[in-house]
């Protein structure tokens, strides 16, 4: 029965139960943690044989040597497998260092201090910078913008993608939206994909300030939790046709394919917008690690060997995805009082709890060992207007972990439901 | 005998002799190339082993996993080994990427967007910004400042440092100046080390602006061509006792010692320095490539390591540094009419030519195929006020070409020289 339905007597008991069972629970010194989109150590292993990579001898890259300076655009074997997988020109597609966000933050930094292609003069100069950010979204992209001083709108971010046509309003009637966030293929937090039309919309879209750009993390873009692979759309062809060619900037990286934070990463732009950031680069770096993108060529071979080696991925977190549902469909379906996300790739699912008892759940849970990012963080500035959304990463733990932990989370979303109800 | 003593007539027979072996020359078809001071083949063969680090199975360094995300300030097992060769704490030494001079961007971005901790407010809202530029010194050092829009005003570089008098000057008169450059040991391009007096002077001058910096990179602390290696100041604890805790940030890498491009950087400063360095990196990156940094730890082993495989590299390189000095004295020598700079340590010679005849002589040598650094190159602006240096990097080609090349150097010099005394 629905929690909305229980007579008052009703929910004083199951209150009850439950408070029970919590501290019991709280007496078991758990120490259990679902905070980070981290992979986990077997997911490792699989490119455990990068540590041995390139190899002795092999220092050559079609007549490159990967030791010495030089090839601020990355090396071309390497940027050709991914440009196959976004399915894009290699030619517009630069291979950099071990993080995509850097390569954001430096995009942003660069429009700030310089200006982009597009804009008449730096954004430092400007009175009043605003960006849209696709709500609930991913806190380091949010991050970046606060640190810039750029002001922050939300918009709604819904199964097909965020919501167009508030979207469309907001930049055709503010100069100050400079751009927008976007994670378009298993979306960090909900796993939302954005359809062809929202994309066709984003690419088509007036918008008043003639710079506007949408940094387009395709962190996910590979990350399947099925056997398939979702098609991944060639947003600068649509742009340019639409007479907008500089909008998208699209960024992904190997951080979750081989090793977090020793992977390589990718910025595929349109021609003006690689040479402005090249431009720039170059004045910050004589090039990026070759080393590292020749040992990713030669342990991807093509592609294919991407896809395969997603598809390993695939058997270690799809389960702990489906033991985390199940766990939350035992403690909380029953009662109809929240939702969450069952998403087909990427690294999370987002609870959505009762008005007001996401603070609370999470609260609840750190108390008896089970850590949760804060509530609130998928939020700009940490503000969830509703209170009602919880980003869940059960990538890293163990499967027994996973199934221990989000029982937890049920147990304490569905306790703090109860309590809000009663009031 | 002196060109400046030589009749007009021999003068003439000198420069038709020249002007004959120069058309030669021309015939030659030569490809030779000093412009940058990129490591030679056979020294980045020393660190071959490199490609196959870690290893398959070492990915773990005290308890942490390399391969996933974290540790911004970079693994203990590397840091240790460079603070040893730097004398500072291995706590006030973070380890990061693999250039250094991305750390100094992204040091004066920061500054630049946020402010230092000492400063009022971010630079980018001063009306005027200046810095101090040793001349000559190092062309991509004058691209960033220059990126940035700071006015770069240059004080000359003696033997033991920049010109102290001067600066101590500048700096105290000029609350505009936030910032002075300087390679304090085998710089760029001259090989002047900075005394200990130099030193101490940098540490204790009185300056205007309360947040003045000396980007001090020490990218050939252990460079040395002899079998000595130089004393390394420990400018932390000087500058700190003289009441300027956060005046220096000293930066070096690996990019020489190891894999240039491939290697490892490194940041050195007072504790607030660095807690607002790797405050503003954490939202630039989760963390740097921990796995090259594990690779290198084991490379290395310890800093005797490191001293070690400099040595390696001084076989390698010190007879390209005797054999251009002795290609230039044979050319130049009984003319007195230029000067180059023998140094103990580095990647450069500084050759100075008669005043206006430095662009002349770098025209000369690339049209007979002898490719050198544009005259001006080491003057921020590309503007030698007496067009009288040229920067020569003998490391990259093998002996026979340093030879052959700096024998073109040196009649072209010369052939420029007459030309200038017969006007």
């Known amino acids: 029965m629905a929690l909305s339905d229980l007579a008052a007597d009703d929910l004083d008991r199951l209150e009850s139960a439950l408070a029970s069972e919590y501290e019991t629970l709280a007496s078991r010194g758990l120490s259990l943690d679902l905070t980070r989109g981290k992979p986990a150590p077997e997911q490792l292993d699989l490119s455990e044989r990068l540590l041995s990579l390139p190899g002795e001898g092999d220092h050559l890259a079609g007549g490159t040597d990967v030791r010495n300076y030089g090839g601020g655009a990355g090396l071309p074997e390497l940027r050709s497998i991914f440009a196959e997988l976004l399915g894009v020109d290699a030619d517009r597609l630069v291979a950099q260092d071990n993080a995509s966000l850097s390569i954001m933050y430096d995009l942003l930094t660069f429009a700030m201090l310089f200006g982009t292609p597009d804009s008449g003069r730096p954004w430092k100069d400007e009175p009043q910078l605003r960006w849209l950010c696709p709500v609930p979204g991913y806190d380091r992209h949010f991050a970046v913008t606060q640190a810039m001083g750029i002001e922050m709108v939300p918009v709604p971010l819904g199964e097909d993608g965020p919501d167009m046509d508030e979207v469309e309003r907001l930049v055709a009637e503010d100069p100050s939206i400079r751009g927008m966030w976007a994670v378009p293929i298993f979306s960090n937090p909900t796993g939302a994909v954005y359809t062809d039309h929202t994309v066709s919309r984003l ?5 008043a300030a003639p710079d506007f750009r949408i940094i387009w993390d395709n962190a996910y873009v590979v990350h399947t939790l099925t056997e398939d692979f979702p098609k991944v759309p060639d947003v600068d062809s649509i742009a340019e046709e639409a007479g907008h060619p500089n909008r998208f900037l699209q960024v992904c990286s190997t951080s979750k394919i081989t090793f977090a934070g020793a992977g390589v990463s990718f910025l595929s732009a349109s021609r003006e917008n690689l040479d402005w950031y090249l431009g720039h680069m170059s004045v910050r770096s004589i090039g990026p690690n070759k080393v590292n993108q020749l040992a990713h060529a030669r342990f991807f071979g093509d592609a294919a060997g991407v896809r395969d080696l997603m598809q390993e991925h695939r ?16 403690r909380l379906g029953e009662y ?17 709890v009762p008005d007001g008892t996401a603070t609370e759940t999470v609260r609840l849970a750190g108390d008896v060992g089970v850590a ?23 990538t890293l733990p163990p499967l027994a972990e996973i199934e221990a932990a989000m029982d937890v989370v049920g147990l304490c979303a569905l306790l703090a439901a109860c309590r809000a109800a009663r009031r």
């Open 203 to 207: 690419a088509r879209m007036a918008t």
């Open 315 to 330: 058997k270690v977190i799809a389960p702990k995805f489906e033991a985390a549902a199940a766990a939350l469909s035992r």
């Open 336 to 352: 109809d009082v929240a939702t969450w996300t069952r998403p087909d790739g990427g690294y999370f699912i987002d609870l959505e």
């Open 372 to 394: 949760l990012t804060p509530a609130g963080s998928a939020y700009p500035y940490g503000e969830d207007p509703g209170d009602r959304h919880i980003r869940l990463a059960p």
